[in-house]
């Protein structure tokens, strides 16, 4: 299975012009798993549609400061995970929109799976059962970041981390490891995470002059 992730990551990367791209993915008689850009001819096949955030046209075909926050979709699972884990609210909110746009069924070419883009050993680190139900995926990402965190305090650490790994940052002596995809990510994680901070920065003042005025109505009523 881990020389069918490597060879379709590798379908991937020699893709680079597109941001995605269509993969077949057949299971030969000795249930072996094949994965070609080229529609196999006399096979049952599976169409998989592969987003690829190694690909340079992806990454810089989002204007992260601009593109639309997403926030009337898994807020009660966001609240919880965030109050139980102790993560700030708008860091989850970053890195799911970062890591799926939050398509509860996201699954990357590496094999990450759900909101938060989990790997099986994560999965399984943090008792996820089912990577595509919203609560457990969320909770399950929230305790990992609050692992990551808690072990190397520094954003721009902890964020690679989580995109590359722990064995990655420490090989690279607890910094972000030189890969483009993982220093993309860590900038587009970061803007997305302030933007999300000053949206609920604004919605509390808006909720707190509202009860300010509504308080100053009823103390003025005959």
């Known amino acids: ?34 994965y070609s850009s080229k529609k196999p001819r006399g096979k049952s096949y599976h169409i998989l549609n592969i987003r690829c955030p190694e690909c340079s046209a992806w990454r810089n075909s989002v204007d992260w400061e601009n593109t639309p926050l997403i926030t009337d979709r898994y807020q009660i699972e966001i609240d919880h995970a965030a109050d139980l884990h102790g993560i700030e609210k708008a860091l989850l909110q970053a890195v799911i929109h970062a890591e799926s746009a939050y398509k509860v069924a996201a699954v990357s070419s590496a094999g990450a799976q759900g909101l938060m883009q989990l790997m099986p050993l994560t999965q399984k680190t943090y ?17 990992y970041l609050k692992h990551l965190k808690s072990t ?27 890969f483009p995809e993982t220093k ?8 997305l995470y302030k933007r999300y901070k000053q949206n609920q920065q604004r ?15 009823v103390t003025n009523s005959p």
């Open 203 to 217: 919605l509390n003042a808006f909720n707190n002059n509202q009860i300010i005025t509504t308080g100053a109505a």
């Open 184 to 191: 993309e990510y860590v900038r587009r994680v970061k803007i």
């Open 152 to 178: 190397y305090q520094n954003m721009d650490v902890y964020l690679a981390a989580y995109n590359s790994g722990e064995t990655a940052v420490e090989r690279y002596g607890r910094q972000i490891p030189p």
């Open 127 to 143: 008792a996820v059962n089912n990577p595509f139900n919203a609560k457990q995926n969320i909770l399950g990402g929230a305790a």
């Open 1 to 34: 299975m881990a020389l069918a992730c490597l060879l379709l990551l590798g379908l991937c990367l020699s893709s680079a012009h597109a941001g995605n791209m269509k993969v077949y993915k057949h299971v030969d008689a000795q249930g072996i798993i094949h």
